[in-house]
């Protein structure tokens, strides 16, 4: 039996049922679930669940949030399930059936764009230290910079420009050779598609604006002339080509013959979609990706930037999760292509660290809650550094306003960002360390929209918190020290025995947890402790949970088969969800009637899931209130 088998067991019964689990794997903190009724999953018990640290929807997946120990409680899931797992890709494609056609898309760009990243992150940090050494006259008056008064800096700028040049100027490469191993085609060919774009032999795209018509270089084939112009760092014409490149394939695998497929299929497929590419699609890729850097810089710089700004960065969050971020990608590349920088990646940054000081504002609201601190505070860090996933979904999204919190402070840093044309070199890592990413001039006044972006959420967050939690959940420390229990006082006055004494096999045997009994001498149960009562049997009332102030559980269970008599005999004097203090009365019995009933009126207390050190006293009378019948260690 693995640690996490009842734990298991319960999240399977949560999410509907074997039969309701198409694919299920899991990711670092994640347990990923493509569910064919999603309906069926009951989010709010899961989330109650102690083990789970938070739960969200996104690309068709379910998705819960577990933590570190992740993979132990994987293998623990699918050996209860009785299911095989399968990888994080088969579970994408199977989740697919629980996406429309605008979230597909997005799927489709996120699954392209992200084994780009790390290139274009090296890029703009190379990119970025490249500008302070040859762009910053800070040397003799401000008049040189440091590549003009050096050699040595001035052989590592040329030197890293190749490194610059391979990212931005050769990016449709990449972009080819993603599309199609994400369609599942010829990556050899699509790397050829994509060097046919930038290749040497065309006009470079940067010297086209500077080049005159009729100095363009084109083919001649003597009824038409075609402009021979390259695509470097152009992202839509790329996109276009390379899956012209896979339905090609596609389509001449289909109809061709497999003793000649060898041959006719990739030859076929490349040489009409670098047709495609340069006679039709180039053209047209290029016009629409310049049409949509144009709107969004037009936004960012014109005179209603601030408004574009606030607004941009208030809903890019919410735009998370939906899925339709993963657009901004391609924007980003074409604005870098167009304009030499982006200024919409660092408000996405800025999106990231706010909603990282709403939880951050959480951790101070619920210092005292140990629970709660086991998800905030991971959360946080993460969110910090460009992860906003665990904070937005285990934390912000849960209480609903850390998350329009964050949101506020996230459209109060951008339009500071757009007010002062804060522009990044690259796509760079999001959160705090974005600010490596950004052009030199602009480090200034990103430092300044950084600290708005983790100033605003954080006061409002407290101080919308503070009236929103209740008072259970924003304790003082005096409060908190005063209401740690340290031991469990005599709940009833009686003859302790050991739990294996029970004339009950299910109770003697340890099945329902560890714990011991008490053979009363009176009709009351009384609080033993500072508790919350967590369970009431309404009906019975002969059983009720107490979760104590320390999160220890105890479960009161008066009476053997006590439960066939409905309520008959029982008085509660406490509701579900009621706090109760030491010595208050919980449940009251008659003896005589449960006597007359031939039921043994052995008191149980019960400690399910415990894990935490207790001194069990299992022997010797006690007196109700006054001794002591656990302590914690």
Not at 40 to 56: N, P, R, T, Y
Not at 496 to 515: H, P, Q, R, W, Y
Not at 607 to 620: A, K, T, V, Y
């Amino acid at each position: 039996m693995g640690k996490y088998t009842n734990d298991a067991k319960e999240l399977l019964h949560l999410v509907g049922g074997r039969e309701n689990i198409a694919a299920v794997s899991h990711c670092i903190t994640r347990m990923r679930f493509v569910l064919n009724d999603p309906k069926k999953a009951d989010i709010q018990k899961i989330e109650a669940m102690k083990v789970v640290k938070g739960s969200f929807t996104q690309a068709g997946q379910f998705q819960v949030i577990i933590g570190n120990t992740v993979s132990d409680f994987y293998n623990d899931f699918i050996a209860v399930a009785g299911i095989e797992g399968v990888s994080k890709d088969a579970v994408k494609s199977a989740a697919k059936q629980n996406q429309n056609v605008v979230q597909r898309i997005m799927t489709a760009l996120a699954e392209i764009f992200a084994p780009l990243i790390p290139a274009i992150i090296v890029g703009g940090l190379i990119l970025g230290f490249r500008n302070c050494i040859d762009s910053l006259y800070l040397f003799e008056n401000g008049t040189k910079t440091l590549c003009d008064i050096s050699q040595f800096w001035s052989g590592i700028d040329h030197f890293l420009w190749l490194i610059g040049e391979a990212v931005f100027h050769m990016l449709p490469v990449g972009i080819c050779w993603s599309v199609t191993k994400k369609m599942g085609t010829t990556q050899m060919l699509g790397i050829v598609l994509g060097l046919t774009l930038v290749s040497g032999q065309l006009l470079n795209a940067y010297a086209v604006a500077g080049t005159a018509a009729a100095d363009i270089p084109k083919w001649d084939f003597g009824f038409v002339q075609v402009d021979m112009i390259g695509y470097q760092a152009q992202v839509i014409p790329a996109i276009l080509a390379a899956f012209t490149l896979v339905y090609l394939e596609k389509f001449f695998r289909k109809i061709c013959p497999s003793v000649i497929s060898m041959i006719v299929v990739p030859f076929c497929s490349l040489v009409l979609s670098v047709m495609a590419a340069h006679f039709v699609l180039g053209p047209i890729g290029w016009k629409i990706g310049s049409v949509i850097s144009s709107v969004v810089y037009a936004g960012i710089t014109g005179p209603m930037r601030i408004v574009f700004g606030g607004i941009f960065g208030f809903v890019y969050a919410p735009l998370v999760i939906t899925g339709l971020h993963h657009m901004s990608n391609a924007i980003d590349l074409q604005l870098i292509a167009d304009f030499g920088g982006t200024m919409l990646w660092p408000m996405i940054a800025l999106s990231n660290i706010a909603q990282g000081s709403a939880v951050l504002g959480m951790i101070y609201l619920q210092k005292n809650d140990a629970q709660a601190q086991e998800v905030n505070i991971p959360s946080c860090i993460s969110c910090y550094l460009g992860v906003t996933e665990p904070a937005m979904f285990g934390v912000n999204l849960k209480h609903s306003y850390p998350f329009i919190c964050g949101m506020i402070g996230s459209a109060c840093a951008s339009i500071v960002c757009v007010a002062t044309n804060s522009t990044a070199n690259a796509i760079g890592v999001g959160g705090l360390p974005g600010i490596l990413s950004m052009q030199p001039q602009s480090m200034l006044t990103f430092a300044v929209c950084m600290l708005i972006a983790v100033a605003v959420p954080f006061v409002l967050t407290v101080m919308v918190g503070k009236k929103k939690l209740q008072p259970k959940e924003v304790k003082s420390v005096e409060e908190v020290k005063s209401a740690e229990v340290t031991e469990l006082k005599a709940f009833a006055t009686g003859d302790v025995i050991a739990l294996k004494e029970v004339n009950d096999g299910v109770f003697s045997a340890g099945t329902m947890g560890e714990g011991f009994a008490i053979i009363p001498e009176n009709e009351t149960v009384y609080a033993p402790a500072d508790a919350t009562v967590s369970l009431l049997m309404q009906e019975s009332r002969h059983a009720c949970g107490l979760k104590l102030a320390n999160g220890a559980e105890i479960l009161l269970h008066i009476g053997i088969d006590t439960v066939r008599l409905k309520g008959k005999g029982f008085t509660k004097y406490v509701e579900q969800g009621s706090h109760v203090r030491p010595g208050d009365k919980i449940i009251s019995f008659d003896p005589r009637y449960l006597h007359d009933e031939d039921l043994d009126l052995t008191i149980m207390v019960l400690f399910p899931g415990l894990d935490r050190e207790m001194n069990i006293i299992q022997s010797g009378y006690v007196r109700r209130g006054k001794d002591p019948i656990a302590t914690y260690q």
